[in-house]
């Protein structure tokens, strides 16, 4: 490897991609294509990025298969912060047995981190966490250690497991200043943020109130009964009855526990589960006979008695009925929050991370650009949807971008 290759890989090791291309922007062989592309990605021009790694991917040639190996993981890696979460895994997963086998262990763990990232933002917590069982970070330079503990952070965080999210950035902290990179202490910072901005909003006999994640957890772990809003399910400590297949159960579920410990009017319930301006005798009908469903639902959690003018909840264990919403409740308010982690997504990431069809994805968005909540850019199947985050709201979302390994 000649000095100004060695200087442009250093300077991207550090977190200076100008004084990288500074070095390689001319040049056209396989090793310059490589650090161009990936201090193109640095910059966030992610279509340029791929490109060159693809070109920098051919010009090594069948016969340097460490390389190769190491372009496809570069790769993944602009996939997965362009939000292309369809790219094949199995590639991945190919490129980091070909590194291990090689003896490229930093490269290797690097690629088994972008396979735990891409677990984490589909929702997939078991696997991810079995994924990191695997990986020694005290064997890794700071660098990785750093995006190690950020990974362990994101985890603990979606399963509301505050205390050991806080130790995992505290390392990342260290890590990341050992690591002298300015872009990854500026990662760990915001991601603490997550633990010290309001998460969600607590309705409770009247009253509204914002919750931090700490709060959130705490009131999870108690007596109270809760009716989750963000999940989409009917908690009482380590009981849950999930009810996000049943839309109307839930919408009477929530109007009855935001109401507790008082009735609700049977025209209000018909107009928050069934949608309709006037409730006639049909609508009533239909009530009772949700009503009935939701008692059978909730089981030993709960009953719902009926009153002169309405219905009202009745815990069976719990002595406090409590309501869990989204910071910013409204229409597409689960698309808004995947947009609100500052990243550009396809409408089929958005799909795949949602459960939905890309259709229903895109109405979505085209409702949601019309009233001035989202924007994109390009065009086709490159096009790109983004939102800034709310001020003075958490994302749920924890996805550090890592840097690459010498």
């Known amino acids: 490897m000649d000095s100004l290759i060695t200087a442009a890989a250093r300077a991207l090791a550090a977190g200076d991609p100008l004084g990288a291309l500074n070095r390689v922007a001319l040049r056209g062989d396989a090793a310059a294509l490589a650090l161009r592309g990936i201090a193109m990605a640095q910059l966030g021009d992610f279509s340029r990025a791929k490109l060159l790694m693809r070109s920098a991917a051919r010009a090594f040639g069948s016969g340097d298969v460490v390389a190769r190996a190491r372009c496809v993981v570069a790769e993944a890696e602009i996939a997965l912060a362009s939000r292309e979460l369809g790219w094949p895994a199995k590639a991945l ?4 047995a070909t590194l291990e086998a090689h003896g490229d262990r930093m490269n290797a763990a690097h690629a088994r981190y972008l396979l735990v990232r891409r677990l984490l933002l ?15 970070p005290t064997l890794f ?106 839309p109307v159960l839930f919408a009477l579920a929530r109007a ?35 009503i009935g469903r939701l008692r059978a639902a909730l089981g030993t959690l709960g009953g719902v008695s009926a009153t002169r003018r309405g219905f009202a909840l009745m815990p069976r264990r719990a002595s406090e009925v409590a309501v869990l919403a989204r910071p910013v409740d409204g229409e597409h308010a689960q698309v808004l929050a995947f947009l609100a982690d500052g990243e550009s997504w396809s409408s089929s990431a958005l799909a795949l991370v949602l459960g939905a069809s890309q259709r229903t994805v895109q109405r979505a968005l085209d409702s949601l650009a019309a009233a001035g909540k989202v924007q994109s850019f390009g065009r086709g199947r490159a096009r790109r949807w983004t939102t800034p985050p709310v001020p003075g709201f958490a994302t749920t979302l924890l996805l550090p971008s890592p840097l690459p390994c010498d």
Do not use: Y
């Open 93 to 96: 997963d190919a490129a980091r």
């Open 122 to 136: 589909v929702g997939h917590l078991d696997d991810a966490e079995r994924a990191l069982a695997g990986l020694v």
């Open 141 to 246: 330079p700071p660098a990785l250690r750093a995006a190690h503990e950020l990974v362990v952070a994101g985890v603990a965080l979606r399963r509301l497991h505050t205390k050991p999210a806080r130790a995992a950035l505290a390392r990342a902290e260290r890590a990341a200043r050992q690591a002298g990179i300015p872009a990854l202490m500026a990662e760990v910072e915001s991601a603490a943020l997550l633990l010290n901005t309001p998460a969600a909003r607590l309705i409770a006999r009247g009253e509204e109130r914002l919750l931090l994640l700490e709060e959130v957890e705490t009131l999870l772990a108690s007596k109270t009964l809760v009716v989750d809003a963000c999940r989409h399910v009917v908690r009482d400590g380590g009981t849950i009855v999930s009810l996000a297949s049943r």
């Open 256 to 290: 009855l526990g935001e109401a507790w410990p008082d009735d609700v009017p049977r025209d209000t319930l018909v107009a928050r589960a069934f949608r309709a301006k006037r409730a006639d005798e049909s609508h009533r009908a239909r009530l009772r006979v949700e």
